[in-house]
């Protein structure tokens, strides 16, 4: 099992910026693929970016592309969402999520941290 825990989240004006943290515990060594998601209230889930577990081939939503960031700390268990000129519609919460594969469904979920970006 792969225990996921958000961190970084809160509250804070457009054009500011967050970094948001996921740190990895557990069968880390079975993690391929650890990506993060969001949810708006009354919306779907959807993708936000991903990276290999070995920190190479970041991948971006288009919403988000050039503003974030998603990197990970190779001495520590932890995968990173640096959030840049944020907007109000990036308020959401967010989740951080592995997969022990490198296409298909992600089954470690974390329990989702609170980003409100206000007007």
């Known amino acids: 099992q792969v225990q996921l825990v958000e961190s970084g989240g809160g509250l804070v004006q457009a054009g500011g910026s967050l970094r948001l943290s996921c740190a990895a515990s557990g069968r880390t060594f079975s993690i391929n693929t650890l990506a993060w998601f969001r949810q708006a209230p009354g919306n779907e889930r959807e993708f936000v970016a991903r990276?290999?577990?070995?920190?190479?081939?970041?991948y971006y939503a288009d919403s988000v592309k050039g503003r974030f960031t998603i990197s990970r700390d190779n001495t520590k268990t932890t995968v990173y969402l640096q959030m840049n000129s944020l907007k109000p519609e990036d308020t959401a919460v967010y989740f951080c999520?592995?997969?022990?594969?490198?296409?298909?469904?992600?089954?470690?979920w974390g329990q989702g941290i609170q980003v409100t970006v206000s007007s």
């Open positions: 990276i290999t577990w070995s920190g190479i081939m970041p």
């Open positions: 999520a592995a997969r022990q594969s490198s296409v298909g469904q992600y089954y470690f």
